[in-house]
């Protein structure tokens, strides 16, 4: 069985994933696209030479009968209605993040799916599937380092647009950190705080950069995470897990070793889409594979969408108040423990 995949949003990371699913992975195929500016959806057929029927919107894509599931890779804000149309129709879906821009949005979606009976629903969060948090996950798990007891963590970008803003850094960069480390902890988050350190002469006036979040868990291990989005030196993401008995780190990007000019050094990537290549491709390949096997997507859930939203509004409130706030997430529902559901 092939999966027919549906595109909503052809631009940076739609044609990124466009190209995936044609040519790194397999079992999925591209049958139709969509974007508000239909130039860029014809261009991205033409250019990516797939055979694809362009739509004019989202809804009348998820109506074709020949369409799976629905790629949602346009802006965050129009996420939430492409998604709840999706699930309606019965069709999966794979949603770039955020799932939805607020809490309430994310509960929405959670609601519709439960509604439906059935897991269609896969959020992007892509870091689950690198190599590298899956040693430290499985290093964890093994207890190799005893119990963790804090997370030193950084996300660095060498430079962003102008129209990157303050609460940004939370909804659109440590987003990424907040999904992937509770994973990696099996934790809940409790409170978070924002510290803004000495600003960055590199960031626009209206821009808060770096800036320092604290998160605390329910376990009550400390997470750091310095996001720095104007280093100027490259896209750089490092986490380090102190445990009882030992410390783990995120392995450095494999790159050659060069000795010139009495100089030992490497490279640093510097653009995001290359570092997660291989996790992208894994992400897919999953989401395909197991609604193969099962019927049912077994990546991040709308559940841990809905987690990822809470989260990042009680940073966005820590930003403000420069106060510890509260994480306050509603009991997870029965239908995303994996031991009361049937297919997965
Ligand atoms: P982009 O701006 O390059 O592309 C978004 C496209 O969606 C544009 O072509 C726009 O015209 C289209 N669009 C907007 N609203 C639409 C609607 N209602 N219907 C149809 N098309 C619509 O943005 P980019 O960088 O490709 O990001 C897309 C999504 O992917 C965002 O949610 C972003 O947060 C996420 N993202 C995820 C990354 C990851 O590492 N997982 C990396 C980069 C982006
Ligand atoms: C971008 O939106 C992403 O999602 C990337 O994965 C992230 O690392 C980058 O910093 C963001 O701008």
């Known amino acids: 069985m092939t999966l027919k995949f549906g595109v909503v949003g052809t631009g940076t990371l739609g044609r990124e994933h466009i190209q995936r699913i044609t040519n790194a992975i397999s079992g999925g195929e591209i049958v139709a696209v969509t974007d508000i500016n239909q130039e860029a959806a014809k261009k991205a057929v033409d250019q990516l030479g797939i055979e694809a029927k362009v739509y ?5 894509l998820i109506q074709d009968e020949h369409v799976d599931a629905v790629m949602v890779t346009s802006w965050g804000p129009a996420h939430k209605p492409t998604v709840l149309a999706a699930i309606e129709a019965g069709k999966y879906v794979f949603c770039e993040k955020p799932l939805a821009t607020t809490a309430d949005g994310c509960t929405s979606i959670v609601e519709a799916e439960i509604r439906s009976e059935r897991r269609l629903v ?60 509770h994973w990696l902890i099996r934790d809940d988050y409790q409170s978070v705080r924002v510290a803004f350190p000495k600003k960055t002469t590199h960031a626009l006036k209206h821009l808060r950069d770096p800036q320092l979040v604290t998160l605390e868990t329910k376990g009550g291990i400390v997470i750091d995470v310095e996001i720095f989005v104007n280093c100027q030196y490259g896209y750089d993401i490092q986490c380090e897990v102190i445990g009882e008995e030992g410390i783990i780190r995120l392995p450095e990007v494999s790159s050659i070793v060069m000795r010139k000019e009495a100089r030992l050094g490497t490279n640093i990537l510097t ?6 290549l291989d996790a992208y491709n894994q992400e897919l390949q999953d989401f395909v594979d197991s609604i193969k096997e099962t019927g049912e997507p077994r990546g991040p859930s709308a559940w841990d969408g809905y987690i990822a939203a809470v989260t990042a509004d009680a940073c966005v409130r820590a930003q403000k108040s420069g106060e ?16 009361a559901r049937k297919a997965v």
């Not at 102008?162 to 850094?169: L, P, Q, S």
């Not at 653009?271 to 997660?276: A, E, L």
Request: charge should be negative; glycine fraction near 4%; aromatic fraction near 10%.
């Open 122 to 181: 896969q959020v992007g969060f892509m870091r689950r599937y690198d190599s590298g948090y899956v040693q430290m996950k499985e290093a964890i798990e093994s207890n190799d380092i005893g119990r963790p007891l804090m997370i030193h963590c950084a996300h660095r970008n060498p430079v962003v647009s102008e129209t990157y803003t303050t609460d940004m850094a939370i909804t659109d960069t440590l987003i990424h950190e907040i999904d992937v480390l």
């Open 56 to 60: 004019e919107n989202d809804l009348s």
């Open 271 to 276: 653009d995001w889409k290359d570092r997660f």
């Open 324 to 339: 510890k706030e509260a994480v306050i997430l509603k009991e997870k529902p029965d239908f995303y423990r994996k031991k």
